[in-house]
């Protein structure tokens, strides 16, 4: 199976399994970025979590990497730092991690960013929101990267059974996408209609989708909205955030297939009940079910992702608050 991007992917990781048998095994993976670059990561968190039998792995912001550095960083370990470019933080992470002896892979949107000059290896991802011109390379951008390198490593580090199959679903989702893709534009447009007046979200996610309730609410609503939003683990909803709930209060709730689903339907039965001005993202619907079971959860925020993305950006346009704006962000020293 011809996965885009997924040669450059075994090549890395064969030399660093290489690195990393020669100093004694790989024990730990550390994710580090920040803001959307982590969220990219979560999805591969989430699958070597569930996944693998050897691994300990964990996700960290940039800045708190290099200042709280975990003891355990050293030979055996691989820290995965992720930048589009160069953010400060993040190289400072790769230049830390490379003085304690760990292996560093750079993901990153440029071959030529400091992100990639820092890093031991390198790995560069489609970094453009062009996937419904063309769906081939939506898992091509730092989320697919990430998760492609981790079915990887997993298959390289412990002979991971499910490997093809997560091969064969990367051939078939960007169909899957691309028949999402056209189906919700009437939903969006209604969508961004509905909520386009609304100063308060919640998000609602778990599972793999977790990190689209994450981008949604520090993304694509704070940051490119400039509109308060709270992100809230479906299951953790009940024990406090529910309190909040009426028929006045926008919350999206991301349904996932897979295990964590019966947590969403959770959400989604008490949002029936007590809410009422609530809208539900279901992977199901989309055509998610259409991969083998053993692999497709994992994909879930491959999918949500871009398609969340959609609807906010329908809304942006509405409320002629376009997606590129910001306040602060590139415009100050901070």
Known sequence: MNVKGMQEIIEVVDQVKSDLDAAGGLKHIYFVACGGSLASSFPARYLLQQESTSMHVSGMNSSEFVHATPKAVGPSSLVICTSTKATAETVDAL????????VTIGLTGYSDSLTAQTAKYSLVYFHADEWCQDPSLVHCNSQGTALKLAFRLLFAMEGYAGYEKAMD????FPDIYAAAYQAVKPEAARFAMQYRNDTIFNVLA???AWEVAYSDA???FQEMQTVHCVPCHSGEYFHGAFETTDNQLAVLLF???GKTRPIDERAERFLERFGGHHYIFDAKEMGLSALDPDVAEYFNALLLH???KQFI???GDVRMHPMSYRRYMWKFEY
């Open 255 to 257: 349904k996932s297939i």
């Open 306 to 308: 871009p398609i969340s």
């Open 206 to 208: 778990s599972g793999a």
């Open 313 to 315: 950006s329908a809304m």
């Open 169 to 172: 679903a990367f051939c078939k």
């Open 218 to 220: 520090f993304c694509f």
């Open 95 to 102: 230049k830390k991690a490379n003085a304690a002896g760990a």
